[in-house]
């Protein structure tokens, strides 16, 4: 399998604090500022690119929590692959 296929990973960052809007919002620029397609859906974001990339991308997600002030986190990955890679407009076409 080609390693520089593309994937897609949804990532639902769950910080355990009284006001987890602002940590999500840092999880989300921590995203964004991965340089990788994404997109923000209601109940997580989902990023595309390389496994490697992506996989990164959640990483920083999931530290900016605690950058952010969570004393604790829960972080889901949800990894979308096959041989000829997986993308966000391949499985939206259908709804788009």
């Not at 950058?67 to 391949?90: F, L, P």
């Amino acid at each position: 399998m080609d390693a520089k296929r593309t994937v897609t990973v949804s990532v639902q960052v769950v910080p355990l604090c009284d006001d987890p809007y602002p940590v999500v919002d840092r999880a989300i620029a921590a995203i964004q500022a991965s340089g990788i397609r994404y997109e923000v859906c209601p109940m997580e974001t989902v990023v595309e690119g390389t496994l490697e990339a992506c996989l990164a991308a959640a990483r920083a997600a999931h530290e900016a929590c605690f950058e952010a002030g969570a004393q604790r986190a829960v972080t889901y990955i949800k990894i979308s692959d096959s041989v000829n890679g997986s993308t966000i407009d391949q499985k939206m076409a259908k709804y788009r």
